[in-house]
């Protein structure tokens, strides 16, 4: 019996957001974890980048700076790749002043 290409497609859908939020959840940080971390100098950034914390919070590191209106993303419990401009938040996946405005 074939399944109907919607009912694949939205089954593969399915499958994908439960494996990417369990993974979510298997992030952690053992105890005493940053203290077998090595962390370089935390180094004056380059022109439109900032530090931001890595995995675990153990050292900073630096990444671009989006302006508002750039696109933005967070997944919780994983270190950031950019980050909203000072006075902006990432908000459905762009940088704004005000969330829902």
Do not use: H, W
Request: aromatic residues 2%; proline residues 8%; neutral net charge.
């Amino acid at each position: 019996m074939k399944l109907p290409l919607l009912t694949t497609v939205t089954t593969l859908l399915l499958v994908l957001i439960l494996t990417v939020t369990c993974q979510e959840q298997l992030i952690v940080c053992p105890p005493d974890y940053c203290l077998t971390v090595k962390c370089v100098s935390d180094e004056s950034c380059p022109k439109n980048e900032t530090l931001v914390p890595t995995f675990c919070g153990c050292c900073r590191r630096c990444v671009p700076i989006i302006g508002e209106g750039g696109r933005c993303i967070i997944f919780n419990g994983v270190p950031p790749t950019s980050a909203c401009d000072r006075n902006l938040t990432c908000c459905n996946g762009t940088c704004e002043k005000t969330c829902g405005e």
